[in-house]
C-alpha cells in the first residue's frame, strides 16, 4: 500500500503535464496542417455554434428532471434513500432525452430552413 501512496503525487502532475502537452502539440498540427492546405486557422477558431446553448440547456434540464425523478422515487416509491444507480440512471436517461430533443429541434429548424423557397 506504501508505493501506492508515493507513486500518486509522481504520476497526478505528470499526467496532467501530458495531457496538456498532448493538446498543445496537436492544435499546433491541426494549424499547420490548415496553413499548409492554404486555409487561414484564425477564420475556423471563432465560429458561432448557433445551437450550443440550446443543447446546452436542453441537457441540464434534462438532467434536473431526472434528477427530481430519481429522489421522488427513491423517497416515496422505494422508501430507499441509498441507491446512487438509480440517480445516475435517471441523470443519464434525462439527460439523453435532452439531447435527443435538441437535436429534433435543429433537425426540423435545418429542415425549414432549406424548404424556404427564396423571393
Given at each position: 500500500m506504501q508505493s501506492a501512496e508515493v507513486l500518486i503525487p509522481i504520476l497526478v502532475p505528470l499526467g496532467l503535464?501530458?495531457?496538456i502537452f498532448g493538446l498543445v502539440y496537436i492544435k499546433s498540427r491541426e494549424n499547420?496542417?490548415?496553413?499548409?492546405r492554404g486555409m487561414n486557422p484564425k477564420e475556423f477558431a471563432n465560429r458561432p455554434a448557433p445551437y450550443r446553448n440550446l443543447k446546452n440547456g436542453l441537457l441540464l434540464l434534462g438532467a434536473g428532471i431526472g434528477l427530481a425523478l430519481a429522489y421522488f422515487i427513491t423517497t416515496y416509491v422505494l422508501h430507499?434513500?441509498?441507491n446512487p444507480a438509480l440517480w445516475f440512471a435517471f441523470i443519464g436517461i434525462?439527460?439523453?432525452i435532452g439531447l435527443i430533443s435538441s437535436y429534433r429541434i435543429e433537425?426540423?429548424?435545418l429542415l425549414d430552413k432549406n424548404t424556404e423557397i427564396p423571393l
Open positions: 503535464f501530458s495531457m499547420m496542417a490548415m496553413i499548409e430507499d434513500d441509498e434525462g439527460g439523453g433537425k426540423r429548424e
